[in-house]
């Protein structure tokens, strides 16, 4: 029952931006957009979330559009630690779960 | 400040056995969800425990069954196991207040059903 769509898999190159787009057409207005992560054969980590403005935090900026159907997470200077599949979510505020899809998986390239 | 933990990392069980798997809260959170992750997939909600009782579940049998204790630590039990519960189980703790709340995960227990 995921709401989103991600591309299934990205490349990009060391040192440089990667930005990793998520279309979410039929959010809701009490929705929120979510972005975690997991690196192979980890635990998914939390990266960031917003509802309408754009966010920042020292892992990851999310541009969400202004009719909030699309977003995109902007990974500022990709490492090849950032080698994972991502994982764009929509989450109501009072949803107890997190409803995962198939992700983006992005290889960074030295 | 302690992250969620899991016990065991790895785990060998036979079809028809009995499981539990352990995991401990993050410090200060009071909820815990788990998921299950078969390989190549997302993962997917199990349930939820908040104060001690199931506050929600997927789509998942009865022999799946968890535990929160006063703590907010956490056990899954799986009875009767099948072939296709081989996957990694992960564990996710949150602060629930007013408003969204992350989930924070560990780093899972594979296991594996033979």
């Known amino acids: 029952d995921a709401k989103t769509t991600q591309p299934p898999s990205m490349d990009c190159a060391e040192g440089r931006a990667a930005n990793l787009p998520c279309n979410h057409s039929t959010i809701s207005g009490n929705e929120y957009v979510y972005w975690y992560r997991q690196i192979h054969s980890q635990g998914p980590q939390y990266i960031i979330h917003?509802?309408?403005n754009n966010e920042t935090n020292e892992m990851a900026s999310l541009i969400i559009t202004e009719d909030r159907k699309s977003s995109t997470l902007i990974l500022p200077h990709a490492t090849l630690r950032d080698t994972a599949v991502y994982y764009c979510i929509v989450r109501g505020s009072n949803d107890y779960k997190l409803s995962f899809g198939a992700g983006t998986t992005v290889t960074v390239r030295a | 400040e302690t992250g969620v933990t899991q016990s065991p990392t790895h785990l060998i069980k036979t079809r028809g056995q009995q499981v539990t798997l352990r995991c401990s809260s993050q410090?200060?959170?009071?909820?815990v969800s788990w998921y299950q992750q078969a390989l190549g997939q997302g993962p997917q909600f199990i349930f939820q425990?908040?104060?001690?009782?199931?506050?929600g579940r997927g789509n998942f049998p009865p022999r799946f069954s968890g535990l929160q204790f006063p703590n907010y630590s956490s056990e899954l039990n799986v009875n009767a196991l099948e072939l296709d519960d081989s996957a990694l189980y992960l564990c996710a703790s949150s602060l629930v207040a007013e408003g969204p709340y992350e989930q924070y995960f560990g780093p899972g227990t594979r296991l594996t059903v033979t």
């Open positions: 410090s200060g959170h009071n909820t």
């Open positions: 917003g509802l309408k």
């Open positions: 425990y908040y104060r001690e009782e199931e506050n």
